[in-house]
Nanobody
């Protein structure tokens, strides 16, 4: 199981980015997927997650800090989960990670439920 997070970069406040979580060797639709972030000196936090497609994909979670600005979605044809981020703020600066739950269908806000992680992608929001 290998996850690949990408799409980070430097963006001005108010700007947008789209992060991608892609997989090789397995189908992401079968798993609940979460996006996390970790800012320097802070603990890693969950910001969004989506349940397994066809079972719990209607169950989506957003942290209050990103609600209304970030959108998580699946693109099955590309075997990818996207995190579309808009109205970015300097406090969104962090390393972003995607992760999956291999044994359950439901979105979880608990980091310990995720058993496979991608490497991080850096997002920097600065003028």
């Amino acid at each position: 199981v290998q996850l690949q997070a990408s799409g980070g970069g430097l963006v001005q406040p108010g700007g947008s980015l789209r992060l991608s979580c892609a997989a090789s060797g397995f189908t992401l639709d079968y798993y609940a997927i979460g996006w996390f972030r970790q800012a320097p000196g802070k603990e890693r936090e969950v910001i969004s997650c989506i349940g397994r497609k066809g079972v719990s994909d209607g169950k989506i979670f957003y942290a209050e800090s990103v609600k209304g600005r970030f959108i998580i979605s699946r693109e099955s044809d590309w075997n990818t989960v996207f995190l579309r981020m808009s109205s970015l703020k300097p406090e969104d600066t962090a390393t972003y990670y995607c992760a999956l739950i291999s044994y359950g269908a439901t979105c979880s806000t608990s980091e310990s439920d995720y058993d496979h992680w991608g490497q991080g992608t850096q997002v920097t929001v600065s003028s």
